[in-house]
């Protein structure tokens, strides 16, 4: 299972963090980051989410 981001399409618009604060976070360039990828059901949310479907989660 895995729970990856491209940073090429993410737009740091936030959403991510703000549904999964223990999964995603914010770098320092403004692009999400996975930082547990314990919580495959909330990232799935967060995928569905993203203005820019940035979020792949793979069971
Ligand atoms: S919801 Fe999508 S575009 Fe917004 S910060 Fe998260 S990965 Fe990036």
Same mark, same amino acid.
């Given at each position: 299972?895995?729970?990856?981001?491209?940073?090429?399409?993410?737009?740091?618009?936030?959403?991510? =963090?703000?549904?999964?604060?223990? =999964?995603?976070?914010?770098? @320092?360039?403004?692009?999400?980051?996975?930082?547990?990828? @314990?919580?495959?059901?909330?990232?799935?949310?967060?995928?569905?989410?993203?203005?820019?479907?940035?979020?792949?989660?793979?069971?």
């Amino acid at each position: 299972m895995s729970i990856n981001i491209n940073k090429d399409k993410c737009i740091g618009c936030g959403r991510c =963090t703000e549904i999964c604060p223990n =999964t995603f976070k914010l770098s @320092n360039e403004g692009k999400s980051e996975v930082i547990n990828k @314990n919580d495959l059901n909330c990232a799935m949310k967060a995928s569905d989410q993203c203005p820019v479907e940035a979020i792949m989660v793979n069971e």
